[in-house]
Structure formats: C-alpha cells, structure tokens
Nanobody, 118 residues
C-alpha cells in the first residue's frame, strides 16, 4: 500500500509563487509515474503536470511556462513549483502515483488547497 501526503498549499496573491510537495511511502516511487491534478469548485478534476520515472514531463497548456514538476527519488518526493499564479489556479491540488504491473495501479493523496487572490 502506498500513501501520498501533500503539503505546501495556502493562500497567495496573484503573481506569487507556491511550491507543493508530495511525499510517498513504499518502495515503488522511483519506478512510478507521478502527477499533479487539480479540482476547482464545480469543475472536474484536471491534469496539471506529470513526470515519468525517467524524468520526462508533460504539462497542461494553461500552466506551461509557469509551473514546473520535478522529483527526488532519494526522498520519495515529487514537487510542483508554481510561479506567476493566477486566480484561476485556485483549486484543490492532488498528487497521483501511477504504477504499471500487468495493469495500471493508481494512488491519490488527500489534496491540498491552493487559493490565489486577485
């Protein structure tokens, strides 16, 4: 069983920055893809950024150039550096771990609130 614990959310003014962290338990972190998703009130959960076990990254168009996903396999932690934040970035941000062994296995964190004031 894998547990994901997010931290780093909070309230920030537009144009500011936040760094989210997600610490994973267990031994499969380094061979798993990691991702950040977000869900705003009344909206569906959407992908923000992903990073493969090899370090390849992918971003939603709305955050490209402003957000950076990275991982530290020695610390079993994935990060999301968010710069130039906008009010529309306000959401609960969730960490996701995806592991493939005959089938795709996913784990989710509990979420951390990010609020950007205008």
């Amino acid at each position: 069983q894998v547990q994901l614990v997010e931290s780093g959310g909070g309230l920030v003014q537009a144009g500011g920055s936040l760094r989210l962290s997600c610490a994973a338990s267990g031994s499969i972190f380094s061979i798993s893809a990691m991702g950040w998703y977000r869900q705003a009130p009344g909206k569906q959960r959407e992908l923000v950024a992903t990073i493969t076990s090899g370090g390849s990254t992918n971003y939603a168009g709305s955050v490209k150039g402003r957000f950076t996903i990275s991982r530290d396999n020695a610390k079993n932690t994935v990060y999301l550096q968010m710069n130039s934040l906008k009010p529309e970035d306000t959401a609960v941000y969730y960490c996701n771990l995806e592991f493939t062994l005959f089938r795709v296995i996913e784990y989710w964190g509990q979420g951390t609130q990010v609020t950007v004031s205008s």
